[in-house]
């Protein structure tokens, strides 16, 4: 336990070593309120709820969340750092889980400081503020799945830049398969059931249950196994590495 | 004490290190040798558990590192290839990160991280980022490291690759005062070093250990009496084969 705190530790800290950890937060916060101000029509709907803001996480978290899991080990890969922290006494769980848990709470900072959005509902009507903590507690579940993906990714490669693209790719995929346009293409050939699962594989089904206040155990349960089932391929893809 | 046994790394169709087998004492300071490529470096990465072998297993210290790594990783100090570190983290940082990780705790923490860092002569970079130091002080950082914990076994590639002579000159004694009652593996090119600190060395070509003995009695093996030429004579040799 100690470990995953003291790896999470340092990573969390290298963040902050360099502007990038700031600039980060910046452009999130930037994006987030123009997107709900701009595209989401947040005045003129004269409804008192964050709907327009938290529609856009998503989309949102597709290019940015990418961009914060990168680095989480293909730096290691490409500094050789990985070499000295895979040969100090900590598990490979430990080692994913110390530094997922850093990126995770690194994106859950980005995500609190939108905080003025809140004051701001707050201010101008009544809103359902049981709603509002139930789609946060969503979009940090699901900032949480798109870092696992990323997390994984990263593992496989040394450099950054693949990274970002594939991670994007992937997390596209698990956005798009609750849409129409991929359902459609499933939904001629495959048995219902199946079409029906592949929905709900989508995040961005998940997030919207999650979203509009029906706090859904299902909902929870299905972003905490894609984490887990991402971290365990994470360290699967380390040690596999290993042994190649 | 180190104990391998046929250790074999290939990749794909290439055989890096040939089913070695040796074992080092307590005590002994082994010198290991060999051309680029000979696999100095995969043993190395196979006995501290960074690579998983293809066949054969390594144990350090009495535990297996392919059973229980993580005590066979506890009593191990290992400066890798390059001396890689975080380069954001400054040493006082980078050497409490590894003071957790080892679990160092209380008066023994703060008296081994003041022992190392004199050892090493680190208290005037403390707090500059580890990317802006020069190389010898980066390796520096590299060998507090790996010598932080007092660790019974010590393996360390190339430790003074890039220290001017000076440097190379305070490592060596470095680790001739700390092999009294430790296992110290170094790998090295400069056979020089071989004759400063070890006792006992393996010459390893192609994979396979084609020499094992005392620096001394390797050199009394050659015509002329010297390392280097004993050295040119079992390595060309075996690549010429």
């Not at chain 1, 336990?1 to 290298?14: G, H, N, V, Y």
């Not at chain 1, 360099?18 to 989401?40: E, H, K, R, W």
Request: glycine share 8%; hydrophobic share 50%.
């Amino acid at each position: 336990m100690s470990a995953i705190l003291t790896i999470f530790r340092r990573e969390l800290a290298s963040y902050f070593a360099t502007p990038v950890a700031y600039v980060f937060i910046v452009i999130f916060l930037i994006l987030a309120g123009a997107l709900t101000f701009y595209l989401g029509n947040f005045y003129e709907r004269g409804q008192a709820d964050l709907q327009p803001f938290f529609s856009f996480h998503p989309w949102l978290y597709l290019f940015l969340i990418p961009a914060i899991s990168m680095r989480l080990w293909s730096e290691e890969r490409k500094s050789g750092s990985i070499e000295l922290l895979l040969t100090l006494p900590v598990t490979m769980l430990q080692a994913v889980l110390g530094k997922f848990l850093a990126a995770w709470v690194f994106a859950g900072l980005a995500l609190a400081l939108t905080f003025p959005i809140w004051i701001t509902v707050n201010y101008l009507g009544n809103p359902d503020n049981g709603i509002i903590l139930a789609a946060y507690l969503g979009s940090f579940l699901m900032a949480g799945a798109f870092l696992a993906i990323g997390t994984c990714i990263s593992a496989t490669t040394r450099n950054q830049v693949i990274a970002f693209i594939i991670t994007v790719m992937i997390c596209f995929l698990f956005l798009l398969s609750g849409f129409d346009l991929v359902l459609d293409v499933f939904s001629g050939w495959l048995p219902q059931w199946l079409v029906d699962t592949v929905a709900s594989f989508s995040f961005l089904t998940n997030f919207q249950a999650i979203s509009k206040g029906v706090l859904d155990l299902r909902n929870v349960i299905y972003f905490v196994l894609v984490i887990a089932f991402w971290l365990m391929a994470s360290a699967v893809v380390i040690d596999s590495k290993k042994a190649a | 004490m180190i104990k391998t046994h046929s250790l074999t790394k290939t990749y794909g169709g290439l055989t890096a290190v040939d089913a070695l087998s040796f074992s080092v004492e307590p005590g002994e300071v082994l010198g290991f040798l060999g051309p680029n490529g000979a696999g100095k470096s995969t043993t190395m990465k196979m006995i501290t558990g960074f690579l998983t072998p293809s066949a054969g297993w390594a144990e350090v210290c009495g535990y297996r590192i392919d059973s229980q790594p993580i005590k066979a990783k506890a009593c191990m100090g290992y400066l890798p290839e390059g001396a890689p570190c975080y380069g954001e983290m400054t040493p006082w940082q980078f050497l409490n990160f590894i003071a957790d990780i080892r679990g160092l705790r209380g008066e023994h923490r703060n008296a081994r991280l003041e022992t190392v860092i004199g050892q090493l002569q680190l208290e005037h970079v403390l707090r500059q980022p580890i990317e802006t130091l020069s190389k010898g002080f980066k390796r520096r950082v590299g060998l507090a490291q790996a010598i932080l914990h007092d660790p019974q076994v010590l393996i360390l590639d190339e430790p003074t690759d890039g220290l001017d002579p000076n440097q190379k000159h305070e490592v060596r004694s470095l680790i001739n005062a700390m092999s009294k009652d430790k296992i110290i593996v170094i790998s090295t090119h400069i056979l020089e070093e071989v004759d400063a600190v070890c006792s006992r060395a393996i010459i390893i070509a192609r994979g396979r250990i084609v020499a094992d003995d005392t620096p001394q009695a390797l050199e009394q093996q050659s015509s002329t009496g010297k390392l280097e030429d004993y050295f040119r004579s079992v390595t060309l040799s075996e690549v010429a084969a």
